[in-house]
């Protein structure tokens, strides 16, 4: 199958740090659903279309993985991985060590999968591919290379699950529709940090419905209905700004 918009929500990470995934692709279309379907499951994403590019991005930010297409018109993946190791920063990668690769190609001769891993990829996904399991391939990489971006969020008696795309409050569970629970993964990841309903906007829904943040405040409506209804309230306006969720004080 060949890449799509996700069409429930997949995942999300750690309430630590977000996910910060280089998608390199020089297919303009493929590039920019990968980019949209990954936001869309909760990461951070940064792109690029050669691999000259590629190495510049991953300079400037600092990718937790790369999802690295071979046959680009420059530099193909295999000598952009080369690169990549020999590139020497204080901090290669925020967890350490060396940033992971994810080849994604249309080369699938048994020769190139090995070329690839011997060259340190950490794994080698060929094209056409379902986008479920790409995801599910990232996932499983970024676990064996130091984070586990299936682990549970909490806040005070509120968890969220986003493997399994379930949340619970005071061990209820919660109903929630589809974007109530992007919503609320946003907040979690987020938990303690006020956002402002633009990158609420920018992040949940990936779009911007021309400006209109009126949308956010509806959802959010929503949300404190079925979250802070019987229990100590979590989800916080900060005026002229946006919304936190946070636990109550001691």
Sequence with gaps: MTPMHPQTPVERTTAAPEV???????????????????????????????GQEALDRAREVSPDLVLLDVMLPDLDGFEVIRRLREQHRPAPAPR???????????????????????????????KPFDLQELIARIRAVLRRTG????????????????????????????RLSPTEFRLLRYLMTNAGRTVSKTQILQRVWDYDFNGDTGIVDTYISYLRRKIDNGGPKLIHTVHGVGYVLRGPKP
Aim: aromatic share 4%.
């Design 20 to 50: 910060n995934l280089l998608v390199v692709d020089d297919e303009s279309t493929v590039r920019e659903l990968l980019c949209a379907a990954l936001r869309h499951a909760g990461f951070t994403v940064a792109a690029a279309g050669t």
């Design 96 to 126: 350490g060590g060396h940033v992971p690769v994810v080849f994604l190609t249309a080369r699938d001769a048994t020769q190139d999968k090995i070329e690839g891993l011997v060259l340190g990829g950490d794994d080698y996904v060929t």
């Design 147 to 174: 984070g586990d971006p299936t682990a549970l969020l909490r806040a005070a008696d509120l968890e969220l699950d986003p493997d399994g795309v379930q949340a619970t409050r005071a061990g209820e569970p919660l």
